[in-house]
C-alpha cells in the first residue's frame, strides 16, 4: 500500500538513529524502513540485511548496535523476536514471532523460499531445512532473558494487530512488559498502521528521552460517542491531530455502583482510538483535581451547564464548553487547537 499523500514529523526522532530489524523473508530494503525514513526525515533508519541463521542475525545485531548505539529499535514479526532480546535500548517489537520455529511449521516456512524484497547480496532464494527450523526454536528460547530487570519493564513495547493471523504472542508478551497494545491491523504493516499506531509510540518514546513536557488537553468520554455508542464525526481525525501537539487524555466518571462501566469505556476506547489512547483514560468524579491546561468539557444541556459551573470555579486550566456556538463539533476542536499551535 502506498501513501496517498505524503506526511512527515521532522522533529520527530531529529538527530537520532534508529535500527529497523525486518521480519522473515524480508530484507532492508524492505518498504516499511522506506517509510520509517519518510515520516521521520532528519531521523537516520538503518535497515541491514539479516543471514537467514538466527545466531548469525543475532550476532550481526548486537554488533550493529553496539556501533551505532541507536535511540530506538523497531523490529517486526521475526525481527521483533531479535528487538526483544537486544536489551539496553528503547524499543518496539510489532506482532513479534516470540515463538518463531512454531510459526515456521504452522505457516509452511519450510523449503524454498523466495525472499521478498531485494538483498544488497543478490541472493533472491533460499532454504529453510528442519535443521534451521530447530535453530530458531532453540533462539526463542533467550526470549524475555531480562524483561524482570527494572529498566526493561518500561523500555519495551509490543505492539499486536487484532487481525494478526499469523503471530498471536500478546498474552506471552503480556506476561513479561506491561506495554502491550493493541492496534488495528493484520501482520503485515501498512502506511496507515504506521503512521497512526506506530508513530505515537515513537512519539512517547523521543518525548521521554527529551524529557519533553507537552500542554495537557482532557476530553469528556460523553461528548466522543452519540446516543447508539458511535463515534461522533471527526472524533478520530481530530483525535490524532491533537495528539502530534498535545498530550491527550479522555476524561469518564467512575461509578462506584457500576464498575463494569469502567471496563465498557476502556473496550469502547481501544475499539475505536486503539492505540494513541492507550493508557490514557482517566476515571474520575471530580476532574477539577486533574492538573492540565485545557478541558474539552460537556456543556450542552442543563446538567451538563450545571456540572461545568462546579469545575469551572476549580480548575486551574482553560475550560472549553462543547456543544455552545463556539464549540459544536470535533471539526470546532480541531480548529481551535491548530490555531494554537501546541501552545
Known sequence: MENSYQKSFPQLMEGKRIV??????????????????????HATVISPDLPIHPEEAMELLRTLVEK?????????????????????????????????????LQHGMVGLQ????????????????????KEYKAIT???FAHAGEDMEQQHVFGLFGDNDTTVDTYDLFRAHYPNAIHFHGEHRLNDKVLLHYVIPVIRWIDDRQN??????????????????????????????????????YIVDQAPTA??????DTALWVEQHLSTPAWNRTVFTNQPEMIGADYYVIRADSPQALQRKERIDGLFFGTLL???????????????????????
Open 258 to 263: 457500576l464498575p463494569h462501566a469502567m471496563a
Open 321 to 343: 464548553p462543547f456543544g455552545t456556538d463556539n464549540m459544536k463539533t470535533f471539526e470546532d476542536v480541531a480548529e481551535f487547537f491548530s490555531q494554537l499551535g501546541g501552545q
Open 141 to 143: 528460547e533467550q526470549c
Open 114 to 133: 523466495t525472499f521478498q524484497n531485494p538483498r544488497q547480496d543478490g541472493v533472491q532464494e533460499f532454504m529453510v531445512t528442519k535443521a534451521l527450523v
Open 211 to 248: 524529557q519533553t513536557v507537552r500542554k495537557t488537553v482532557l476530553i469528556d468520554y460523553d461528548i466522543m460517542h452519540d446516543s447508539y455508542m458511535n463515534p461522533v464525526s471527526s472524533l478520530r481525525k481530530t483525535f490524532y491531530q491533537l495528539i502530534e501537539d498535545y498530550d491527550v
Open 68 to 104: 551505532e548505539q541507536p535511540h530506538l529499535v523497531i523490529g517486526t514479526s521475526m525481527g521483533g523476536m531479535y528487538t526483544e532480546m537486544l536489551t539496553g535500548y528503547d524499543r518496539i517489537c510489532v506482532n513479534p514471532a516470540m515463538q518463531m520455529g512454531d510459526t515456521m
Open 20 to 41: 529497523y530489524v525486518h521480519g522473515f523473508g524480508s530484507a532492508g530494503s524492505t518498504h516499511t524502513a522506506e517509510m520509517l525514513r519518510q515520516l521521520m526525515p
